[in-house]
T-cell receptor, first 114, second 117 residues
Framework: AQTVTQSQPEMSVQEAETVTLSCTYD???????LFWYKQPPSRQMILVIR??????QNATENRFSVNFQKAAKSFSLKISDSQLGDAAMYFC???????????FGKGTRLHILP | GAVVSQHPSRVICKSGTSVKIECRSL??????MFWYRQFPKQSLMLMAT?????????EQGVEKDKFLINHASLTLSTLTVTSAHPEDSSFYIC?????????????FGPGTRLTVT
């Protein structure tokens, strides 16, 4: 069965600094999708970034980028120039294909220090 | 992006009563919707997958007779918590899949906070 592991329950970063959130996963599939979701205090789930496993190039969305290491089954999220609005729970997630359910990690709570 | 709404946003009910939560896709037709439960400071736990016009598929350990899911139209799925008890108090989130997307794309509702007294 596929699993997603986030080993950092909480992290803190100074405003304007860079922070990296870790995620590892386990799967026997060769094609799949990985996601990072943000859940702010409002609890609305927001898609931050998506990576397709067949693409070697790391996905980037403005200040957010991933380091996708397929062989190591690692998928970390880097947030550059951290802002107060980045404070939230961040969930790493996996999905096998378009029609499959999404499996979430336990989450990392990110605190931004002013 | 696509919008998914949930109603109500919060509800308080007495133990033993039933409560219905609605999940609507506002600007697309969703053949598949998902229901999650989230305890405080925890991750989302998938409860069931709801397919329009057919029975929901429940995850292991989820009581299908207690959490009734109906997906009667392409824009509406409902979760009914029957004979609610305090331990059913939780945050319930739905999501809907856009069938026109070529990649897995789920849009999440804002969630419903259920408190059973």
């Amino acid at each position: 069965a596929q699993t997603v592991t986030q080993s950092q329950p909480e992290m803190s970063v100074q405003e304007a600094e860079t922070v990296t959130l870790s995620c590892t996963y386990d799967t026997s599939e060769s094609d799949y999708y990985l996601f990072w979701y943000k859940q702010p205090p409002s609890r609305q789930m927001i898609l931050v970034i998506r990576q397709e496993a067949y693409k070697q190039q790391n996905a980037t969305e403005n200040r957010f980028s991933v380091n996708f290491q397929k062989a190591a089954k690692s998928f970390s999220l880097k947030i550059s120039d951290s802002q107060l609005g980045d404070a939230a729970m961040y969930f790493c997630a996996y999905c096998m294909n378009r029609d499959d359910k999404i499996i979430f990690g336990k989450g990392t709570r990110l605190h931004i220090l002013p | 992006g696509a919008v998914v709404s949930q109603h109500p946003s919060r509800v308080i009910c007495k133990s033993g009563t039933s409560v219905k939560i609605e999940c609507r896709s506002l600007d697309f037709q969703a053949t598949t919707m998902f229901w999650y439960r989230q305890f405080p400071k925890q991750s989302l736990m998938l409860m069931a997958t709801s397919n329009e016009g057919s029975k929901a598929t429940y995850e292991q350990g989820v009581e299908k007779d207690k959490f009734l899911i109906n997906h009667a139209s392409l824009t509406l799925s409902t979760l009914t918590v029957t004979s609610a008890h305090p331990e059913d108090s939780s945050f319930y989130i739905c999501s809907a899949r856009d069938p026109t997307s070529t990649v897995p794309e789920q849009y999440f509702g804002p969630g419903t906070r259920l408190t059973v007294t």
